[in-house]
């Protein structure tokens, strides 16, 4: 499993996840409240070795669509992200896959950081049809050449 499928297996294992969502969409989010969508933004090399292995870093967008009826339900939403990051923060060993000149290689995410969790969408229609947040999330990771 490469690490967008990692990342997402990992979110859907979020103890409280069934409290919000029974999913977490690939690039896209429902309007509807209760709803996750998590969109790969970027991969990058950090390191290599003279053999090959590489560190890698990928960065992520995870957008949530809660229900902001009152002050109650937007507290509730950010603690939930905030307990998501700290989660998140704990996840390591997981394996990954990526295929590098036609060959697929094995690695482990070895951390993981969440935050920027924020506001960035209220309807203009209706404030009680569910408000967007952003959470950003970089997951770090090896690539080992001839495994």
Request: glycine share 8%.
């Amino acid at each position: 499993m490469n690490v967008i499928e990692a990342v997402r297996g990992l979110l859907m294992d979020f103890p409280k996840i069934n409290e919000v969502v029974g999913e977490v969409h690939i690039d896209f989010t429902d309007p509807e409240p209760t709803s996750y969508g998590l969109s790969s933004t970027d991969d990058a090399l950090i390191k290599e070795d003279v053999l090959g292995n590489q560190l890698r870093q990928h960065t992520f967008m995870l957008y949530t669509t809660y229900s902001s009826m009152n002050d109650y339900e937007r507290l509730s939403n950010s603690s939930v992200l905030t307990e998501l990051g700290v989660w998140l923060g704990h996840q390591k060993g997981i394996e990954v896959t990526t295929e590098i000149a036609g060959t697929e290689c094995i690695g482990h995410i070895t951390r993981i950081l969440a935050g920027s969790g924020m506001l960035i969408a209220v309807p203009e229609e209706n404030e009680f049809e569910g408000v967007q947040y952003q959470l950003q999330i970089i997951a770090d990771y090896t690539v080992t050449i001839g495994e």
